[in-house]
């Protein structure tokens, strides 16, 4: 079975840091494109950071450049993302997601909430 573990969540001070983790099974992680979704209250999920397992390439949405890291290791099948300088705005539940062609695999979700 196709499993996305994500973990790391938490409740922090703005300014300060959190590290998701996205462990996967159930597919060749290699062959995929990796990426953090977020969804705050009241809003559409949105994309955040992604990396391709096969070539490193990395994307990040605009308001998160330059604050958030998204890194792989592949011999864990585990995706990371480094959160630094939150914001207030940054809380959402965050989702861990796979995808290749038509196959797109979703995680639980970790809440992150960051105090003002």
């Known amino acids: 079975d196709v499993q996305l573990q994500a973990s790391g969540g938490g409740l922090v001070q703005a300014g300060g840091s959190l590290r998701l983790s996205c462990a996967a099974s159930g597919f060749t992680f290699d062959d995929y494109t990796i990426g953090w979704f977020r969804q705050a209250p009241g809003k559409e999920r949105e994309g955040v950071a992604c990396v391709s397992s096969s070539d490193g390439s990395r994307y990040y949405e605009d308001s998160v450049r330059g604050r958030f890291t998204i890194s792989s290791d592949n011999a864990k099948s585990t995706v990371y993302l480094q959160m630094n300088s939150l914001k207030p705005e940054d809380t959402a539940v965050y989702y861990c997601?796979?995808?290749?062609?038509?196959?797109?695999?979703w995680g639980q979700g970790t809440q992150v909430t960051v105090s003002s």
């Open positions: 997601n796979a995808q290749r062609g038509l196959a797109n695999y």
